[in-house]
T-cell receptor
Framework: NAGVTQTPKFQVLKTGQSMTLQCAQD?????MSWYRQDPGMGLRLIHY???????DQGEVPNGYNVSRSTTEDFPLRLLSAAPSQTSVYFC????????????FGDGTRLSIL | KQEVTQIPAALSVPEGENLVLNCSFT??????LQWFRQDPGKGLTSLLL?????REQTSGRLNASLDKSSGRSTLYIAASQPGDSATYLC??????????????FGKGTKLSVKP
């Protein structure tokens, strides 16, 4: 079982560049989300989606865009990369029904120079 | 605003000890509470999920308790092993509003078990 797959695993960008972090899940989960993890700050929610075509902002959405055209995929776009966006990014998914655990990908380590 | 706190931030114990990790949250209106394990450079692995109506959950050497009224959860690890060394994260799932379903995380407890 693949679970939640994130690509790439590592990326270095220059300030001002744009890129898309990919996330795919094969569990037919309705709920997907993106977090960033920074030292001393813990995990913070960027954007989330409760189903295809529905997205909403989390705690730290500025500088990021998302879309959800299919149940499986939930890409995160950095519009114009800034050094403050250097972080580890995690994608997660969960069934929309009942008390189900959240599953996480292995993360994308992003450095902005 | 829901806040989740984990104490201590770091813990070092000799192999074989039983230990308790603590998690507290400020708003008791939670849907569930989840404990995760994170190894260095890796993603999060779900260990235990406690529904708001439950008092505890057990999996092998792990036991998690929940006291919603006091805003506390503990993760008990029996007979610790060096392989238990990792960061343990506590997260609560909100039970209200448009953000229902989102997880609020503590900053974690970094556990080191010495051989």
């Amino acid at each position: 079982n693949a679970g939640v797959t994130q690509t790439p695993k590592f990326q270095v960008l220059k300030t001002g560049q744009s890129m898309t972090l990919q996330c795919a899940q094969d569990m037919n989960h309705e709920y997907m989300s993106w977090y960033r993890q920074d030292p001393g700050m813990g995990l913070r929610l960027i954007h989330y989606s409760v189903g295809a075509g529905i997205t909403d902002q989390g705690e730290v959405p500025n500088g990021y865009n998302v879309s959800r055209s299919t149940t499986e995929d939930f890409p995160l776009r950095l519009l114009s990369a800034a050094p403050s966006q250097t972080s580890v990014y995690f994608c997660a998914s969960r069934s929309g029904y009942g008390n189900q655990p959240q599953h996480f990908g292995d993360g994308t380590r992003l450095s902005i120079l | 605003k829901q806040e989740v706190t984990q104490i201590p931030a770091a813990l070092s114990v000799p192999e074989g000890e039983n230990l308790v990790l603590n998690c507290s949250f400020t708003d008791s209106a939670i849907y569930n509470l989840q404990w995760f394990r994170q190894d260095p450079g890796k993603g999060l692995t779900s260990l235990l999920l406690i529904q708001s109506s439950q008092r505890e959950q057990t999996s092998g050497r792990l036991n998690a308790s929940l006291d919603k009224s006091s805003g506390r959860s503990t993760l008990y690890i029996a007979a610790s092993q060096p392989g238990d060394s990792a960061t343990y994260l506590c997260a609560v799932r909100l039970n209200y509003g448009g953000s229902q379903g989102n997880l609020i995380f503590g900053k974690g407890t970094k556990l080191s078990v010495k051989p």
